[in-house]
């Protein structure tokens, strides 16, 4: 079975935010890391060259697959953030309808820039994930 692609590494978060080419990236990045810290009570850390991870869970799937992922986290991307969070809590849609300006993929919030959501609701979006994860994966 292959290796999960994306794992912790020790890469500087803060070296990697500073490298950042768009000041209002990093200043959102700062915003995501200090929300994300308070939900999940953990320090961020870097998964794989771009994505900022807090927190992790072990999964295996039906598969066979299995492996560790982080419990939330976000991509400051060229053209938007990819924010990760677990879909599937109860009341996603609910929040999702009151969050503002965004798209979703399968397994990410997509947003330009923090301005264009309500943080309050992407809050409780990222502590509903996690409990969602936590009830599912123990």
Request: overall charge neutral.
């Amino acid at each position: 079975m292959a290796e999960n692609k994306t794992q912790p590494t020790d890469q500087s978060v803060k070296s990697f935010i500073e490298a950042l080419d768009d000041q209002q990236k990093i200043a959102d990045s700062y915003s995501l890391v200090k929300l994300m810290k308070e939900v999940t009570g953990c320090d961020p850390k870097m998964w794989g060259p771009s994505i900022i991870g807090f927190d992790q869970y072990y999964y295996k799937y039906e598969s066979g697959r299995e492996g560790n992922m982080l419990k939330a986290g976000f991509s400051p991307r060229k053209r938007e953030f990819s924010i990760y969070i677990m879909s599937g809590f109860k009341r996603q849609e609910e929040l999702l309808q009151k969050l503002g300006k965004h798209r979703t993929g399968k397994a990410c919030l997509y947003v330009k820039k923090l301005d264009d959501i309500d943080m309050d609701i992407l809050r409780e979006m990222v502590e509903e994930s996690v409990k969602y994860v936590d009830e599912k994966y123990g």
